[in-house]
T-cell receptor, first 116, second 109 residues
Framework: EPEVTQTPSHQVTQMGQEVILRCVPISNHLYFYWYRQILGQKVEFLVS????????KSEIFDDQFSVERPDGSNFTLKIRSTKLEDSAMYFC??????????????FGPGTRLTVL | AQRVTQPEKLLSVFKGAPVELKCNYSYSGSPELFWYVQYSRQRLQLLLR??SRESIKGFTADLNKGETSFHLKKPFAQEEDSAMYYCALTGGYGNKLVFGAGTILRVKS
């Protein structure tokens, strides 16, 4: 069964550095999402992406964050200048976008980002 | 405001006992409700959604719009049910999921 994949599984970076988290959604899915979960807290929505543009973003998703689908298969989340509070598990998700409402979101295994 | 509340951080039951994981929501429109499960060291995966009205692994959940609840139930817990369970809702453009804080279910033998 196809799965969403994410790389790396764990990323350690210094405060102020840029990081790029990578995701390969399930092929033929049309909607893509990033969520994050700070340790001990709930899973929070960051951004949704459809038709090569952001369709919705949360307050967390400020100018330090950006998303891109550079080549039709990868879906990336970039954090330009990491802060300590960006340390979290980042989940990518994709969904088919069929006419069945709402079709299911499938999650990747997550990338644990540690900012030192 | 969209909000999902799971009041229990941990629910511990014995094998064979009934299970009820509570979920209440706040949403101004007509949301779609889901239960996601995360087994140890695995990814989040959909357990069930209210629109399907299905039973998965013996679990059921009924949407009660009057009480704004979507509690997850299973009549006889099994050890392999031990996991983190998240209630979530979606509604509106983009179909983002709004999650509750999650409940750890621990089934003891």
């Amino acid at each position: 069964e196809p799965e969403v994949t994410q790389t790396p599984s764990h990323q350690v970076t210094q405060m102020g550095q840029e990081v790029i988290l990578r995701c390969v959604p399930i092929s033929n899915h049309l909607y893509f999402y990033w969520y994050r979960q700070i340790l001990g807290q709930k899973v929070e929505f960051l951004v949704s992406f459809y038709n090569n543009e952001i369709s919705e973003k949360s307050e967390i998703f400020d100018d330090q964050f950006s998303v891109e689908r550079p080549d039709g298969s990868n879906f990336t989340l970039k954090i330009r200048s990491t802060k300590l509070e960006d340390s979290a598990m980042y989940f990518c998700a994709s969904r088919p976008g069929t006419f069945t409402y709402p079709d299911t979101q499938y999650f990747g295994p997550g990338t644990r980002l540690t900012v030192l | 405001a969209q909000r999902v509340t799971q009041p229990e951080k941990l629910l511990s039951v014995f094998k064979g006992a009934p299970v009820e994981l509570k979920c209440n929501y706040s949403y101004s429109g007509s949301p779609e409700l889901f239960w996601y499960v995360q087994y140890s060291r695995q990814r989040l995966q959909l357990l069930l959604r209210h629109i399907s009205r299905e039973s998965i692994k013996g679990f059921t959940a009924d949407l009660n719009k009057g009480e704004t609840s979507f509690h997850l139930k299973k009549p006889f817990a099994q050890e392999e049910d031990s996991a983190m369970y998240y209630c979530a809702l979606t509604g509106g453009y983009g179909n983002k999921l709004v999650f509750g804080a999650g409940t750890i279910l621990r089934v003891k033998s």
